[in-house]
């Protein structure tokens, strides 16, 4: 099955209704092959509240909506999903329960078809592109005057026009990135 995500900015617009600016897009994109929506609430506080107002709206537009919150086995309400729906809100709240809930990884898998690494791949399909270096978390990259060394805790990864992905870590000196053949 191909993976497929649509990213809404926002739920309301000013003087409008909770997802009236882009209900025409949800229903385009869940199709009438979807019955049921998984809503992930995590990102309000109050996440019966939440789940009340998006079963409305998806009801409205044809869809049952089952709250994240209230299933028993949230990771296999995820794997079973005809449809997923995250509700935004507070972005660190959203992100730590599902960390804790082990749902990351799931949703991933679920949604997420092109990896950053694949972007990359994607973008040195243009010719003479430049490499692109990839820092991890924990990581930074001193440039002092025509060097230019890793620092950090963490490695970073390396792309190159042509050339599989490298690995590298704190230390590696990349100051050949400084000169005008990359």
Avoid: W
């Amino acid at each position: 099955m191909k993976r497929r995500a649509l990213l809404v900015s926002n739920s309301t617009m000013y003087g409008g209704s909770y997802l009236e600016h882009c209900q025409e897009q949800i229903v385009n994109f869940f199709g009438d092959k979807v019955k049921r929506i998984l809503f992930i609430p995590y990102a309000l506080h109050d996440r019966d509240a939440y789940a009340k107002k998006a079963r409305c709206k998806f009801e409205s537009l044809g869809y049952g909506l089952d709250s994240i919150h209230e299933v028993p086995d949230p990771v296999g309400a995820v794997q079973k999903a005809q449809g997923i729906f995250v509700g935004g809100g507070n972005t660190f709240r959203l992100l730590k329960v599902l960390y804790d809930n082990k749902l990351v990884s799931e949703i991933h898998r679920r949604v997420f078809q092109e990896t950053r690494a694949k972007r990359i791949e994607q973008y040195h399909e243009e010719p003479d592109t430049p490499p692109v270096m990839g820092l991890r978390e924990g990581s930074m990259l001193l440039v002092e005057g025509d060097k230019a060394t890793l620092l950090g805790t963490t490695g970073a990864r390396l792309f190159i026009r042509g050339e599989k992905a490298t690995e590298h870590d704190p230390g590696a000196d990349f100051s050949f990135l400084l000169t005008d053949s990359h």
